[in-house]
């Protein structure tokens, strides 16, 4: 088989607990290289793999095809660029850039270059997700009047010695879950037509955001996400009312403490979760009224890729497209100038 040839920026959170396991236990690909600045964990647990020092020692490896900038979030353009130039793929570890107008130019470089360029929106692979498509693809709530999106952590503590809570621009909440749950959001409703948000920093000493309340507006459909550090009482994660019923949804998706725990794709049961977690439907249908569990669809972030494979090898259809993750950029720059405004921000 003509595998494709990884290298990974680095060994930090999301290379440990996202790319590896899924790259070095998928069929289609074959982990080359990580970059390790200064430890030597890598080898470890993936014997196979060289640990590398630099990222120029995956530029300069003719056989490997494919880079994943998992890189500190205010490297993202540099590291992605980089790569275009030597001719790499490139796939860009969420959020894409810090700024719209670096995102503009990484997707015009790609283009440039005839190389695919793509970010890690592995949410879009939740089981809870993809159950709530389900569920909106057939209707069963009637007319979708509100969504409701939480996410939620009980952090309240400043974590020493880590960029991701200095003060730097594009480092914080609404760039780091915001990305995740605004692409959710656009994936189901489109682009809003405006934005209202209230972005904080609630924790004592943060430096960051570490709140959010984010409106999305759209003529036929409230949508709000929500995310906070300091909520120690379990929420609801999804909640969605239509004018035949409601569905809501607790917990987390399970993948990624599989992945903590040392699990990966191939494992039977993947991204299962038990019948205490599935969400709870109210609603009628042709007209009988129906209220229970609906078992969620297990996830699956090894999708996302399989379809990266199906580009680069047969031509396929991206689903993850730069110009979407752009379009997250852009909003999350409305939301910041909302915030700082107190105004509804119109997207143009």
Known sequence: MNKIQVGLASFGMSGKVFHAPILAYHPDFKLSKIVERSKNEVNQIYPDVKSVRSFDELLNDDQIELIVVNTPDHTHFEYAQKALEYGKHVIVEKPFTQTVGQGEKLIKFAEKQNRLLSVFQNRRWDG??????????????GRLVEFESNYMRYRNYVQPNTWKESAVQGIGLAYNLGSHMIDQAVALFGMPGAVWADIDSLRTGSEIDDFY??????????????????????????????????????????????????????????GKEPESQWGLLNTEINGLHLRGKVETIPGNYAAYYDNIYDVIRNHAELEVHPEQALNVIHIIEAAMESNRSGQTVDIG
């Open 213 to 270: 309340h984010i409106k999305l507006i759209y003529p036929d459909i409230k949508v709000t996400l929500k995310a906070s550090y300091l909520v120690r009482e379990e929420t609801a994660r999804y909640i969605l009312h239509g004018t035949n019923g409601s569905f809501l949804k607790y917990g987390i998706d399970p993948q990624e403490d599989m992945l903590k725990l040392g699990g990966n794709p191939s494992m039977p049961d993947w």
């Open 128 to 141: 809870d997700f993809l159950t709530i498509r389900r569920i909106l693809e057939n209707d069963w709530l």
